[in-house]
């Protein structure tokens, strides 16, 4: 209904918004992004309000993919997209730092926090943390878990009665799954037991937020872990049974990021919106119509990041946008970590 609504037209995983001057022979904006194209609508919207005379192609797919299509379009000698954005704060990174992202020096650049920008190449937009859902009608009677070993407590206790009825990301498909999975790992001395213990729930695993978030809203799921806070905070707006708690042992805070490929059709659009992004209007926009924390300075103490810090404090442990990330793609860390990932799932 959502994309009958839109003034583009969708086919598969891509929509188009035409110029809003109507002009014919408008410059196309291709964006490349894991933000699911509905909630993309209302910044989609800002920027062509800005920029009447360009039209926009929004190709809505997974962080990996997102990856993989520009290396492979990059090194085959094509034209992709003009403007990246991911929650894959690793692959985004390491685009930057092989080469196949384009310097953006823009007129917010200099005032970007440093933890959220990476030479001028790729911006951290979003202040994003991974929280546990729930389904309020099955906690009527019990409190929601609200840290680790309490959800840990939880599962053992509830047995067959939540068995198949947890989900999370699964880690092999999910770029930003790996990436909570990994910071977990370095965040929590005892993660694994929490994995083995949802293995022994029957932990449901999937590829995007939005399909556990459903299976939560309706019941089928009473709790779904390290679900990005956006994603979250969209549907519970929605859905009155959708519950958020921020773990209180530790709540990892991610960044989706920001960049123009080095083999960007129309550059020059590319920076366009990624300005028009980073700017107080588009900032703005994404604070309060999509409901994902803002990074700007100008906006950050308008919007529930700056809120989140002053409540929560050391609890909250952002991923700084660095080469740091990379540590997570090394192939035989992420392989062994992978296989151990799916081994302790196994283990009953």
């Not at 929601?144 to 309490?150: K, M």
């Not at 009665?161 to 790996?178: K, L, N, P, W």
């Not at 366009?272 to 992004?277: A, D, G, M, P, S």
Request: proline content about 6%; aromatic content about 10%.
């Amino acid at each position: 209904m959502l994309l009958l609504l839109c003034p583009g037209f969708a086919a598969a995983d891509q929509a188009f918004y035409p110029a809003k001057s109507g002009k014919a022979d408008a410059r196309v904006l291709t964006v490349y992004s894991s933000l699911d194209e509905p909630l993309a609508q209302p910044m989609i919207h800002g920027f062509q309000e800005a920029n009447p005379d360009v039209a926009v192609r929004y190709e809505d797919m997974l962080t990996g993919e997102i990856y993989d299509r520009i290396v492979r379009e990059t090194d085959a000698g094509k034209k992709t997209a003009d403007f990246a954005f991911s929650s894959a704060m690793d692959l985004q990174v390491k685009l930057s730092n092989d080469g196949y992202a384009q310097v953006s020096n823009l007129p917010m650049s200099g005032q970007w926090p440093k933890w959220a920008n990476w030479r001028n190449t790729a911006y951290a937009l979003t202040f994003e943390p991974a929280v546990f859902v729930y389904h309020k009608p099955s906690f009527l009677h019990e409190p929601v878990p609200s840290s680790r070993a309490e959800f840990v407590d939880y599962l053992k206790r509830k047995g067959n009665a939540v068995y198949g009825r947890i989900g999370t990301y699964d880690i092999e498909r999910s770029g930003v799954g790996f990436l909570f999975m990994a910071r977990d790992q370095e965040q929590f001395g005892d993660i694994w037991s929490v994995i083995r213990a949802m293995g022994a729930a029957g932990v449901k695993l999937y590829s995007t937020s939005s399909a556990i978030l459903e299976r939560v809203a309706d019941g089928r799921f009473v709790l779904g872990y390290n679900i990005l806070g956006s994603y979250a905070a969209d549907w519970a707006s929605r859905h009155p049974d959708v519950g958020i708690v921020l773990p209180k042992d530790y709540t990892v805070v991610m960044s989706r990021i920001g960049l123009v490929p080095q083999a960007a059709a129309e550059p020059e659009l590319g920076r366009q919106y990624l300005t028009f992004f980073m700017s107080k209007e588009g900032q703005t926009i994404m604070a309060r119509k999509l409901q994902i924390p803002a990074v700007s300075p100008e906006v950050a103490g308008e919007n529930t990041a700056n809120t989140l810090q002053e409540l929560l404090g050391a609890q909250l442990r952002p991923v700084p946008v660095s080469p740091g990330l990379m540590v997570y793609l090394d192939q035989v860390k992420r392989a062994r970590l992978i296989a151990h990932w799916n081994e302790v799932l196994r283990t009953q």
